[in-house]
């Protein structure tokens, strides 16, 4: 259920309010090669959507080669139908207790994708994308790759 102050609001305005985090947001994705750190990909979406909804359709799953190894967070549970070769965590149901298998491949996976939020974390450096963003919204991946490209700019020089 949308706030009052919402249910007046523009509709527009209203697909970009993500209720977890009460304010208006935008979701960014990034596809990074793990031996290299480089930022192969950006996408982008609004802030209500789901982190696999944004995959499906920014489509960036299909144009990964079917050898590629793809590792993603709980967020992304059922990619393995668009992606054979993909990696998630085992998420753990109501009532039931993950197994010491299941808990250790768990952690395994974690200390891979470790990687991925750290440079996550570099590309926060940038203000823009990690405070509150006070700018245009189609603008927003354009600015989005260009922070990457910098950051991309960066591994590459001396």
């Known amino acids: 259920m949308l706030p009052n102050h919402l249910l007046n609001a523009p509709k527009k305005q209203r697909n970009y309010y993500s209720g977890k985090k009460k304010q208006h947001t935008h979701k960014s994705q990034v596809f990074v090669e793990q031996s290299s750190k480089r930022i192969l990909s950006t996408t982008y979406g609004k802030g209500r959507q789901h982190d696999f909804s944004v995959l499906k359709q920014s489509r960036c799953s299909h144009k990964l080669h079917k050898d590629t190894e793809l590792l993603a967070d709980s967020g992304y549970q059922g990619v393995a139908k668009y992606h054979p070769k993909s990696r998630t965590p085992h ?41 509150t963003y006070r700018h245009r919204r189609r603008r927003f991946a354009l600015r989005l790759t260009l922070i990457a490209a910098l950051y991309n700019l960066d591994l590459v020089s001396p």
């Open 91 to 131: 998420k753990r149901w109501k009532g039931k207790v993950l197994s010491q298998q299941q808990l250790d491949y768990n952690r395994s996976l974690a200390k891979e994708c470790i990687l991925v939020e750290n440079v996550i974390r570099r590309l926060k450096v940038f203000r823009v994308l990690k405070e």
